[in-house]
């Protein structure tokens, strides 16, 4: 989710306000692998989990894992595309996707130190 927020030059800018990136195996509920998750504005107080994390589900050791969250920090959907294409075999559409998530990470970062 994004919402326009004024510039204190006058300008306006979009502002990510959450976002909840998934890996599942189908499209059944519960069938979540990793999903990345953020929220900028406060959780509620019961709230433990920091603002920025990765749910994992899965099974380690032949014990099922669920609800396992990791503290990240904000993850740019160009890492989750990275992520996809170098550990699932994901095919890229272009040759030059490194370069391309490259750059807009880099104006991922450029947009996030200036506002």
Do not use: N
């Amino acid at each position: 989710m994004v919402r326009v927020v004024d510039d204190p030059d006058g300008g306006k800018h979009c502002q990510t306000v959450s976002y909840r990136y998934r890996l599942q195996a189908d499209d059944l509920p519960g069938s979540t692998l990793i999903r990345w998750e953020y929220d900028r504005d406060p959780p509620r107080p019961d709230y433990a989990y920091p603002p920025a994390h990765v749910h994992f589900h899965g099974r380690l050791d032949g014990e099922e894992v669920r609800g396992l969250h990791v503290p990240t920090g904000r993850v740019p959907l160009e890492y989750v595309a990275w992520h996809l294409i170098a550990e699932w075999g994901t095919t890229p559409l272009t040759d030059e996707w490194k370069a391309i998530l490259e750059a807009s990470i880099e104006g991922f970062r450029e947009r996030r130190t200036a506002h």
